[in-house]
């Protein structure tokens, strides 16, 4: 199979282009390919449609930075603080440019995601019913269950298929092949739903690794167009049995972006004034390091046998 | 103090007593997943836990959680899966109780956690709903935490991104949704509860050391008390007992 091992920068620049729709990480709090996305905000890609259901501060960093004109999102923050101060100032007063709000809910984002994944026309779903997200966001449709004898209202959700999807895994072969385990949010349906996706490995493995458990792979290598090795590229996001969460980062960002003068000192500081993740890594030392899991609890053994 | 307790506490407590044992149950973060623990280690020890993000768990985790990604939530839990599995509890009408906040709420219990002013040039752009309408719409019972100030509990929230009763009376199974609704409203202050075929919210019980008085003034509507208005239960000893052994950093007192 292809070797599809490539560095971030170059995967960046090769494969995500200016106004595409992308997902940074689709798991909700945990495995944030936040090294991803310092780096789209040092390659200055402009226009992209974030699509998020939780990204914790990564999509208000890219507000801040101006490569965000649309949202399709259910939340957009900063777990830690609640409000995320570059996503209110762009929807309040339009700096540093206005961003499109696509409002959904974690479920209607979930099946927008499924129908793309799948080749799905549409999915008809019930849990918005009753929301002003349908009258905030045209894209939904109303219709009644016609499979039902009594009236039951549905709404259909369109697919979405994201041009690329930046996923981290725990590990991955050079082609591609992968584990990934902990929760996993919509990684899964953001991964197939996806013309392109770019794995941020933990740790690159051997591929009779991988092959040893096909259960624990998130999609196998030939449907991943590349391959990032990018050891706690998730940070200061946790990802599970690798790196617990940099609360205190998230709150430093939550505190210094509460003014634009504040986020582009910190932008400066965390992103443009190191020029990539081995650099971002050395800058935190030691607070990076602490952050290792160290303690083990592994699974039992499983065995897949022939005879 | 005075009374052994915080009002973080004793609002802690009466969450956990709107969890009934072997409740399947939205939990969310913070003092949520603290009620949890103390509804487990009480009366309901056979209580399930779900996590939108894709765990479900039996025993809260061991370290308190900054996000319900982090490792502590990881190690050890029931499932381990996608969004789409947990949440499609939801909807296959699973899920008995559900916990959700909120910037901004109203008399029948809708919340807003979305914009307060114009969608189109918000005064406030708030974070959105997450899996907050989902639990909202779906959850056999929702109880809602928020913070009792008179700009929170306004007459009509300007968006709707969690449904309550939306106009009351039986505009909630008018748009679809035959089920569930608010049954609770914990505050810093009191219970509110909804009442009679309008579904508006009541005073249901008033906090040790507050009133009613006190209560009204800072509710944004014309608030009405439920009868058999009460004080809220402080907490018991086994009740404080439990929580204590959850928080052991005494984070909540």
Known sequence: MKDKLVPLRAAISDHLDRGNAVVLGACLEPDIPFAATYEIIRQEIRGLNVIAPISDASTDMLIGAGCVSEITGAWVGNVSGGLGHNYRRACEVGEPGPVTVHDHSNFSLGMALLAGAYGMPYLPMRSILGSDILQSNPQFRRAENPFSETREPVILVPPLQPDVAFLPVQRADRQGNNHHWGNRGLVQEAALAAGKVVLLADEIVAPEVIASDPSRVLLPGYLVTAVCHAPGGVHPAPMTGRWRRDNAFFEAYHRESRTRDGFLAWLDEWVLGVPDHAAYRAKLGAQFDDLRIADSAPAATTHYGMT | ?253
């Open chain 2, 1 to 253: 103090m005075a009374a052994g307790y915080s009002t973080q506490e004793l609002m802690i407590v009466a969450a956990a007593r709107e969890i009934s044992d072997g409740d399947v149950v939205f939990v969310g973060m913070r003092l949520p997943i603290v009620a949890y623990g103390v509804a487990r280690l009480t009366h309901a020890p056979n209580a399930v836990g779900l996590f939108e993000c894709g765990i479900v768990r039996y025993g809260p985790a061991s370290e308190a959680l900054y996000t319900m990604g982090d490792p502590p939530n990881q190690l050890g839990a029931a499932w381990a899966t996608g969004l789409i599995q947990v949440m499609g509890q939801l909807q296959r009408g699973r899920v008995d109780a559900g916990f959700i906040g909120g910037a901004e709420i109203d008399r029948f219990g809708n919340i807003n956690t979305s914009y307060i002013g114009e969608v189109s040039a918000p005064r406030v752009k708030l974070p959105g709903s997450g899996g907050a309408a989902d639990i909202a719409a779906m959850a056999k019972r929702l109880i809602a935490i928020v913070n009792h100030q008179k700009h929170r509990f306004v007459e009509r929230v300007g968006y709707v991104t969690s449904p309550g009763f939306l106009d009351g009376g039986e505009s909630r199974a008018e748009a679809g949704l035959s089920e569930g609704g608010p049954a609770a409203v914990i505050t810093d202050r009191c219970i509110l509860r909804p009442h009679g075929p309008d579904r508006e919210l009541h005073l249901a019980s008033v906090h040790p050391e507050h009133s009613i008085e006190e209560v009204r003034e800072h509710t944004g509507w014309d608030l009405k008390s439920r009868p058999g208005l009460a004080e809220t239960p402080p907490p018991s000893r086994e009740e404080l007992a439990a929580l204590h052994a959850i928080d052991k950093d005494g984070l909540w007192r």
